[in-house]
């Protein structure tokens, strides 16, 4: 039987899973996603997953029969273009050629929101759609798209759905424009804010837990851990991504009419079921056809649906 290595980037993780022809996880790894240096770094430590993932399942990278990437950024071929969530990021690299001659087998890359809209199509929580709008709520706002059974990718820039803007003139983006849902609901946005309320003279225990945690970052783990403890601060900026994503997300639906919505990315999967609940309210008053909301649901493949995702590109 054979096996497939999946690599799904993320602007905080790697994670690597190597799977059977039936998507079962033979082994998984993660590493942190290298906050400094460029693309030859990232890919470097993309290798090192995947060798962590193989070794776990008790195989050595040559011998699978090829290897999926979900990637955020714009596909070319075998280049990503612009990845603006990593580090250095700004033009083209050869990721797919990087890879394999890093590892051996074929590389093929795909979209890293698109690929894990497509494994929640294929495999989870969205198998009883035919129309579908996957939204990846984590560093930044990523979405993908699923109409008639098929991916959508438009021209290559579809299910940019963090960057629909949900405010005329709002809070600057790091897209670096403005009013972006990004602005409000990514992660890296939302760690921005934080500091400069903080430098204002509010309290968190946000930066404190980050340090705890021996984060470089306020990871989605930091942010459920205020929350839980009560943090003020972390509930406020939690609540105005809350509305953010509702108005934003409603747009879309009343654009496209999907059945049905998933929530993922790290921020989506940590905060779980109460929080797509409040974002399904949040959507409610801005829906056009109010009485036939979609449905929305949480990724059921959790962390591991975008690498799952990115193993579907080597069975097209």
């Known amino acids: 039987m054979a096996s497939y290595g999946g690599i799904d980037l993320g602007g905080t993780k790697i994670q690597a899973v190597v799977v059977d022809e039936d998507f079962s996880v033979l082994g998984s790894a993660r590493r942190g996603t290298p906050t400094s240096g460029g693309p030859a770094d990232v890919a470097r430590e993309m290798a090192n997953a995947l060798r962590d993932a193989a070794r776990a399942a008790e195989l050595e990278p040559a011998a699978l029969a090829g290897i999926g990437v979900g990637s955020p950024g714009t596909i070319e071929g075998d280049n990503v273009i612009s990845a603006r969530n990593l580090p250095g990021w700004e033009g083209s ?64 820039g579809a299910g940019e759905i963090g960057h629909m803007v949900v405010e005329i003139n ?53 942010w459920a851990r205020a929350l839980d403890h009560g943090d003020k601060l972390a509930h406020q900026i939690i609540d105005r991504a809350v509305v953010a994503l509702g108005a934003g ?63 579907l590109l080597l069975r097209r």
């Not at 009485?291 to 929305?296: A, I, K, L, Q, T």
């Open 93 to 156: 690299f050869p990721l797919a050629a990087t890879l394999q001659a890093a590892l051996g087998p074929e590389v093929k890359l795909g979209n890293d929101v698109q690929v894990a809209t497509l494994a929640e199509f294929k495999l989870g929580a969205g198998r009883l759609y035919t129309s579908l709008l996957g939204v990846f709520w984590g560093t930044g706002v990523g979405g993908g798209l699923i109409l008639g059974g098929e991916p959508w990718r438009g021209r290559g």
């Open 170 to 222: 709002g809070a600057r983006c790091t897209c670096g424009r403005r009013g972006c849902m990004e602005a409000y609901a990514g992660r890296a946005a939302m760690e921005e804010h934080a500091t400069r309320l903080v430098e204002k003279g509010r309290k968190t225990e946000l930066f404190k837990l980050m340090k705890e945690r021996q984060r470089t970052r306020v990871t989605s783990g930091v």
């Open 249 to 311: 997300v409603a747009s879309a639906v009343n654009l496209l009419d999907v059945e049905g919505v998933i929530i993922g990315g790290g921020l989506g999967v940590r905060l779980g079921h109460p929080y797509v609940k409040r974002i399904a309210e949040a959507m409610q008053p801005h829906l056009f056809i109010d009485s036939r909301p979609p449905h929305v649901h949480v990724a059921a493949l959790g962390d591991l649906g975008g690498a799952i995702g990115a193993t």
